[in-house]
């Protein structure tokens, strides 16, 4: 399977019914023995970014490079002990891993580019649930969070590119009835060497939802786009409007945003 490509997901027949494996990783992963959990689990990185969570559990995540039929690639790994989450599906809880692959099936479902996962598994150990997930590195892209900071330094044709592809990819995921719980600037990226190739980067606060409440969605994603101009704005929500046509005009739609963004 190459590089981007859509992943086929097989119906597993162990008890773990999440658990993968891409074909294109078993070939690069097999000959370093490292298909096994255990060995995948063990591995040690000078530089482990570790998470704890408040109420339980802990994440490792770490990068490291595999060389691949097309060269160098970069993966990301992450690891997790007894951290669980619960929803309608799973009411008893499960990892949070599993559920974070599960809502990027549900992307690729419904066309909505995210991470790529080549490996999922997961087992019970004494110390709790653990869970493994490695996805590919998305080398080239930035967050809008990131672009905003040097924003002035970017050529104004730039920026409207930048700002039609967030708006485009904000109206996709409305338009496909994902709502998103924690809607950021950091959660879009883009690549730069592509635009408008983008990706959402935190799938795993996906809910899916009849009906969305689209005006604070985008109202909690726009109070922290600050260093755009309001031209630029207006950009964004022609963008939105193209493919989601929630307003019969851009007066309207910025007029239930926002009182003051109403055009004159």
């Known amino acids: ?15 773990n019914a999440m658990a993968f ?8 992963f097999q000959p370093a023995h490292l298909l096994n959990f255990n060995a995948l689990w063990e591995l040690q990185f000078e530089d482990t970014h570790k ?17 691949s039929d097309t060269g160098q690639e970069g993966f990301y790994i992450k690891r997790q002990l007894d951290r669980s989450v619960r929803s309608w599906r799973k009411p008893f809880g499960e990892p949070a891993f599993a559920h974070e692959l599960r809502n990027i099936r549900l992307c690729e479902k419904n066309n ?4 790529e996962p080549v490996y999922y598994d997961q087992k019970q150990s004494a110390a709790g649930e653990a869970a493994i997930i490695i996805v590919r590195a998305l080398d080239g892209y930035r967050s809008l969070r990131d672009l905003l ?8 044709h730039t920026r409207q590119l930048l700002l039609m592809t967030t ?11 994902l709502d998103h719980g924690h809607l950021h ?12 190739q983008w990706r ?11 009906s969305i409440n689209v005006v604070l969605s985008l109202q909690s994603f726009l109070v922290e786009t600050v260093a755009i101009s309001r031209d630029e704005l207006d950009c964004l929500l022609l963008a939105y409007l193209e493919v989601h046509p929630v307003s019969d005009s851009l007066s309207e739609f910025k007029q239930a945003l926002d009182p003051s963004l109403q055009v004159s």
């Open 185 to 196: 600037p950091d959660d879009i990226i883009i690549d730069l060497r592509q635009i408008p």
């Open 112 to 115: 909505i580019p995210t991470l």
């Open 167 to 177: 708006g485009k990819a904000l109206a996709r995921l409305h338009a496909a009835s």
């Open 51 to 67: 998470i704890s969570f408040p109420e339980a559990g802990a994440s490792l995540i770490d990068r490291f490079e595999m060389t």
């Open 200 to 210: 959402l980067a935190s799938p795993q606060h996906i809910t899916p939802s009849r």
């Open 149 to 156: 900071q040097g924003w002035d330094r970017i050529e104004a």
């Open 21 to 28: 494996i891409d074909p294109t990783f078993r070939r690069v």
């Open 1 to 15: 399977m190459s590089k981007g490509s859509k992943t086929v997901w097989p119906q597993s027949t162990k008890t």
